[in-house]
């Protein structure tokens, strides 16, 4: 394996890693302080769980074999994937880099049930999540690449998405209108918090939220620019893309809320610039130009709107998962039916609508999506529901009131007085 | 004995602890509260959800004097602590029965 592209996707992925613990603190600054280390335990449990079902189970699962629909057994426990050989650690390689994606997709969802989730549910519901949705809408998309190349060395997908010409370069269907719709589903399921919408709260730390954006956006270069699996021109232009669809989406949302509500937020920016990195995703190795500017654009003038949803729809999205990661992430792919340049990228995929394409690229796009919403909506409920049944999702009223962190973990998030306690 | 309150705006706590010191007042206890009076609160707005918040963020000095020296206490509030702008906060006077120094055990004013 060449030298420099090993180094890139190994660099890339501990980036992205570093986004679970960013957007942990993203989400955290945003929630209350009785329950902001309930939330930084749902996104650090991703950490831990979803590496071990994914070398186990759901990297064989999600790209092994030449299937349709799911991929087979034979990557289960790392089984065949070895450092020596002709492929040197190809497999590793995809494994560890893809996996942090796998790790990251479910704890997006976390913002969405704040404040009213019972821990030990959520940590069933995500390894299981993992399996029977991550798993296989990244199959559908990205399915048969990885063993193709390897055995022949030229990537074939066989999912039926990907198959029929879909694109999604670093997973704006797979992770974000995935984990999006999921949300909505687990909202429903949950049902809202007390005193919702009537009552709210203010974020308690936007400091903690601004940190939470930078980590996320450096992040993100490695989301999207290491999904190039290689440190090439696509690379280079996906990095590019990242920088700037995020900026413009920052500019768009704050100013939309400066010109509506009075002022220009840190949380407007923050907001946008997660909107634009979202949108970009499906799109960062496909797009050329000025394009990402559009779309950050688009995904900062829609989102902003897309948040108030909501309200008029009913439903306790506490962190906005819905207006940002769905809808970010849907905008985003349809975006590439009008703006994919395959002649700027050597590539062999559809031009968009604007590239002297046809329609059918955006078509393909929009059907990614209904499937996905379909399916990932259905299964993340039944999923729940199930929990629901057999073990209560929902914290008592009281563990609501008194706060998640003292009820779920016996933990203070911040102590204040510098008191000497006695040990028990 | 007497214990005077004062609640003023917390930017002024430094200007008015350094003209208590001058005054020859030796100690005082400090405390962030929030309250309001006349001053009216702010809202905030976010992601489109407008919040009122009526509490303002003031300080709260807390002194034990000796009877006599409760109008140079006073006076040196008021002057230091004022703005002229709304929301400069109030002093109160209230009588303190007991006193005590820990270290030592002086009572009463030997305690101040």
Not at chain 1, 184 to 201: D, E, N, T
Not at chain 1, 314 to 336: P, R, T
Not at chain 2, 36 to 44: A, K, L, T, Y
Request: charged share 15%; net charge negative; hydrophobic share 50%.
């Amino acid at each position: 394996m060449d030298a420099g592209n090993v180094a890139w996707v190994l660099a890339s992925a501990a980036l992205v890693l570093f986004m679970t613990p960013g957007l942990a603190l993203f989400y955290g600054g945003m929630d209350r302080s009785r329950n902001v280390l309930n939330m930084l335990m749902m996104n650090f449990w991703c950490l831990l769980a979803v590496p071990l079902v994914w070398v186990t189970l759901g990297f064989s699962l999600a790209y092994a074999g030449a299937g349709e629909w799911i991929g087979n057994g034979d990557w289960f426990f790392l089984k065949d994937m070895n450092i020596s050989g002709e492929d040197g650690g190809t497999l590793l390689l995809a494994c560890v880099f893809l996996g942090m994606f796998a790790v990251i997709t479910p704890a997006l969802i976390s913002g969405a049930v704040a404040d009213r989730m019972k821990f030990a549910a959520w940590a069933i519901f995500v390894p299981i999540w993992v399996l029977l949705v991550y798993c296989p809408v990244s199959f559908w998309i990205y399915g048969g690449y990885w063993g193709s190349l390897v055995e022949t060395g030229t990537g074939t997908v066989t999912g039926f998405l990907g198959a029929r010409g879909s694109l999604d370069f670093a997973g704006g269907t797979v992770i974000h209108i995935n984990a999006g719709i999921a949300a909505l589903a687990a909202v429903l399921v949950l049902k809202k918090r007390k005193g919702w919408p009537k009552q709210g709260h203010p974020p308690h730390s936007m400091p903690l939220v601004m940190i939470g954006t930078g980590i996320l956006w450096m992040g993100w270069f490695g989301f999207n620019a290491g999904s190039a699996f290689a440190a090439n021109g696509q690379a280079i232009q996906a990095f590019l893309n990242t920088f700037l669809a995020a900026a413009a989406a920052g500019i768009a949302w704050a100013v939309v809320e400066r010109i509506k509500d009075g002022h220009f937020t840190n949380l407007g920016v923050a907001s946008g610039i997660v909107a634009g990195l979202v949108a970009i995703t499906p799109g960062a190795g496909f797009v050329s130009g000025m394009s990402p500017i559009f779309i950050g654009l688009a995904a900062g003038l829609i989102c902003v709107f897309a948040v108030q949803l909501k309200f008029k729809a009913g439903y306790d999205d506490a962190l906005d998962v819905v207006g940002v990661h769905f809808v970010g992430g849907l905008v985003g792919s349809l975006l590439i039916g009008f703006f994919a340049d395959p002649e700027f990228f050597g590539g062999t995929f559809k031009e968009g609508l604007f590239y002297g394409g046809d329609a059918s690229l955006l078509l393909e796009q929009a059907l990614a999506a209904v499937v996905t919403i379909v399916f990932s909506f259905i299964v993340t409920f039944a999923i729940l529901k199930v929990l629901d049944l057999m073990m209560g999702i929902r914290v008592p009223e009281d563990d609501e009131e008194r706060g998640l962190d003292l009820a779920q973990h016996a933990e203070t998030a911040y102590h204040s007085g510098d008191q000497q306690m006695e040990r028990v | 004995m007497k214990l005077v309150t004062a609640i003023i705006k917390p930017f002024k706590s430094d200007e008015v602890k350094t003209a208590l010191k001058a005054a020859g007042i030796a100690g005082m206890t400090v405390s962030e509260v929030q309250g309001f009076g006349r001053q009216g609160g702010h809202s905030e707005t976010y992601r489109g959800t407008e919040y009122q918040i009526d509490f303002v963020p003031k300080v709260r000095l807390e002194i034990v004097v000796d009877d006599a020296d409760v109008p140079k206490v006073i006076d040196t509030i008021v002057a230091s602590a004022a703005t002229g702008k709304i929301g400069d906060g109030k002093v109160w006077v209230s009588a303190i029965e007991e006193m005590v120094r820990i270290r030592t055990g002086e009572r009463g004013s030997d305690a101040i």
